[in-house]
């Protein structure tokens, strides 16, 4: 089976413009969840979506947005961004039930904001 | 206020010689439990996981990890570091329906 896909890989922004990151999970996964990695808060949870509804969210301003399809891929988008919103987003499936906790981990997209 | 604490921010032992990691948590209630391996400019890798039962718990790569409630902890082990586990280890706990990770412990291997 192919693991966790994101895209795109790396992306750099400039601060105040939006952005969309990609993620297609594991054939068969229902929930896919999204965090931030920065070296200085490590990782945090930013939301869940299971069968196109958000599930959960974190501790994140509006700026930051997800979405699921039918087909369970997601998209998160950041808008207005800012320099502190440079970090390694990644994006984890997993079967959504009984083993919502079970998560596999896409490799990332590295985005920097200048 | 609940946590996942890792002691160890870095940890360096040799080749062939054994290896503990710890976590440590402070939930109330016995949580699902993970550990997970993050290669640099790599995404998480699940290495084991820990939900009810036995409560010492096989994962990939040959390593173990064993829970105690008295301690409320999950230590990470392996009896013979590779270097190839060269890496950085994040203990994971389930509370409010998300996983929360501990800061991580990065392992270096020496030769």
């Known amino acids: 089976k192919a693991g966790v896909t994101q895209t795109p890989r790396y992306l750099i922004k400039t601060r105040g413009q939006q952005v969309t990151l990609s993620c297609s999970p594991i054939s068969g996964h229902r929930s896919v969840s999204w965090y931030q990695q920065t070296p200085g808060q490590g990782l945090q949870f930013l939301f869940e979506y299971f069968s196109e509804t958000q599930r959960n969210k974190g501790n994140f301003p509006g700026r930051f947005s997800g979405r699921q399809f039918s087909n369970s891929r997601s998209e998160m988008n950041v808008s207005t961004l800012e320099l502190g919103d440079s970090a390694l987003y990644l994006c984890?499936?997993?079967?959504?039930?009984?083993?919502?906790?079970?998560?596999?981990f896409g490799p990332g997209t590295r985005l920097t904001v200048t | 206020a609940q946590s996942v604490t890792q002691p160890d921010i870095h940890i360096t032992v040799s080749e062939g010689a054994s290896l503990e990691l710890r976590c440590n948590y402070s939930?109330?209630?016995?949580?699902?439990l993970f550990w997970y391996v993050q290669s640099p400019g790599q995404g998480l890798q699940l290495l084991l996981k820990?939900?009810?039962?036995?409560?010492l718990v096989q994962g990939i790569k040959g390593f173990e990890a064993e829970f105690k409630r008295s301690q409320s902890s999950f230590n990470l082990r392996k009896p013979s570091v590779h270097w190839s586990d060269a890496a950085e280890y994040f203990c994971?706990?389930?509370?409010?329906?998300?996983?929360?990770f501990g800061a991580g412990t990065i392992l270096r291997v020496k030769s």
């Open positions: 939930y109330g209630a016995t949580p699902y």
């Open positions: 994971a706990v389930e509370y409010g329906n998300k996983l929360v």
């Open positions: 820990y939900f009810s039962g036995d409560t």
């Open positions: 984890a499936s997993s079967l959504g039930q009984p083993n919502r906790y079970e998560q596999y």
